[in-house]
C-alpha cells in the first residue's frame, strides 16, 4: 500500500495550504502525543515516526474524503477503482494493529482549506459514512459525539448504548443459555427488532425475542474481532464480547443459523448457514468475560421459558395441530366425534 499511500499524499497536499515541509513540522508537534497513546514504545527513529504520521494520516483523510465525495475520486483511481481493493483496505483500517490515534486523523482533517467539514457534513459524520458498511442499523442522530481513541474504538461506541448500562454481576454461569432451535421448540418466537439501531437492545417479552437486524459478510468477524480484543485489553465492561457470545449460544450449529436467517434477524452475505454456525462459534474462544454480564437477565428468562413444560405443550401442540386451518379443522372434527361418542356411551348407561 506504500505507493497508493503516497498517490494519496500528492492528491491531499493541494487541498491544505501548507508545503510537505510545513505539513512535517506540524505533525513533528503531535509526535509525543501520539507515541504516549501505543501500549509499547514505537521502534522508529522521530523522522520515521513523524513520516509514518504524515503519509498514514494524510492517506486516511484522503481515503475518507473520496468515500464521502465521488467527485474527488479521478478515473485512474487505484483504490475506488478495483472492486475488491476498498474492502481490503477497509478491512485493513479495522486491524487493532494499524490503529493512528484518532486526533491525529482529526487533526488532518483540520488542516484542509476547503470547506467540506463546514457544510452539513461534520469531521465524525464523513467518517461515519465511510464506516456506513459496519453500521448499515446505526441511525447517525444515535451516534455518540464523545471522540474515540482510533478507528476501532468509534465502531465499537456506535454499537453500544449512548447511555452506558451497568452489566450485571453475576457468579452462576451462564453458558449453557438455550440454542435458538431449543427455544424454538419450546415456542419462542424470533423477530427483528424495528426500530432499534443498538445491537445490544435484545429483549425478551411474552415468548417472542426481538434482536436489532444483523448483516454478515466477508468482513465482520475481523470486525467483531479487532472490538473484541480492543474490550479485553483496554475496557472495564466488555458488553460488546457479551454481545457476540449470547449469539453463539444462540447459533450452536447451522440449523440455528437457518432459523435466525428465516426470521429476518440475519441477513447473510457471508456463504451458507454452516459458515455463519462456525463464524460464532469460534469467535468468543479463549476470552474472558468477567464477572458482570450485560445479558444475565435475559439468558436467565431464556432459560425460565425453555424449562416450562407448559411452554413447550403449546408448541408442540401449535406446530403439530395448528400449523394450518386444514390441522385445526382435522383436531375440532376429532374433539366433536370424541364427544358424540362420549354423548352416546352416556344415553346407553342411562337406558340400561
Known amino acids: 500500500m506504500e505507493e497508493h499511500k503516497y498517490r494519496y499524499l500528492q492528491r491531499f497536499l493541494p487541498r491544505t495550504s501548507f508545503s510537505l515541509e510545513h505539513l512535517v513540522r506540524v505533525a513533528r508537534k ?8 501505543y ?23 484522503e481515503l475518507i474524503l473520496r468515500s464521502r465525495y465521488p467527485q474527488l475520486i479521478g478515473e485512474n483511481d487505484r483504490i475506488f477503482g478495483k472492486p475488491r481493493m476498498i474492502t481490503d483496505v ?39 459514512f465511510h464506516f456506513s458498511c459496519f453500521l448499515s442499523n446505526i441511525d447517525d442522530d444515535e451516534k455518540s459525539n464523545s471522540e474515540p481513541e482510533h478507528f476501532v474504538d468509534l465502531l465499537r461506541s456506535c454499537y453500544l448504548p449512548l447511555v452506558p448500562i451497568r452489566s450485571e454481576e453475576t457468579t452462576s454461569k451462564v453458558d449453557n443459555a438455550p440454542e435458538a432451535t ?23 417479552d411474552n415468548g417472542v425475542l426481538k434482536i436489532p437486524t444483523i448483516f454478515i459478510d466477508d468482513l465482520t468477524e475481523s470486525l467483531y474481532r479487532n472490538i473484541i480484543v480492543f474490550e479485553q485489553c483496554h475496557c ?37 448457514t454452516e459458515d455463519v454456525s462456525k463464524l460464532f462459534n469460534n469467535i ?13 437477565a435475559l439468558s436467565e428468562n431464556l432459560q425460565v421459558y425453555c424449562n416450562t413444560p407448559w411452554n413447550r405443550w403449546k408448541a408442540t401442540l401449535r406446530r403439530d395441530y395448528f400449523h ?27 337406558a340400561l
Open 30 to 37: 503531535w509526535e509525543e502525543n501520539a507515541r504516549s497513546c
Open 39 to 61: 501500549a509499547e514504545d514505537v521502534k522508529l527513529s522521530s523522522d520515521e515516526f513523524v513520516e509514518m504520521l504524515v503519509v498514514d494520516g494524510s492517506f486516511l483523510v
Open 90 to 128: 477497509c478491512r485493513d483500517m479495522i486491524l487493532i494493529e494499524n490503529q493512528l490515534p484518532f486526533f491525529v486523523v482529526k487533526d488532518f482533517f483540520q488542516l484542509l482549506s476547503f470547506d467540506y467539514q463546514q457544510g452539513t457534513h461534520s469531521i465524525m459524520e464523513i467518517i461515519h
Open 182 to 204: 431449543e427455544l424454538h421448540n419450546a415456542g419462542v418466537m424470533f423477530k427483528p427488532a424495528e426500530t432499534s439501531s443498538c445491537l445490544l437492545d435484545i429483549k425478551f
Open 236 to 272: 472495564l465492561d466488555k458488553n460488546f464480547l457479551h454481545y457476540t457470545m449470547l449469539l453463539s449460544w444462540l447459533i450452536r450449529s447451522p440449523r440455528d443459523a437457518d432459523l435466525l436467517i428465516r426470521s429476518g434477524i440475519f441477513v447473510n452475505n457471508l456463504g451458507n
Open 284 to 296: 468468543c474462544k479463549e476470552v474472558a468475560f468477567g464477572r458482570r454480564f450485560y445479558f444475565q
Open 324 to 350: 394450518n386451518p386444514w390441522s385445526v379443522a382435522s383436531v375440532f372434527a376429532a374433539l366433536f366425534l370424541l364427544l358424540l361418542t362420549f354423548i352416546q356411551a352416556i344415553c346407553s348407561v342411562l
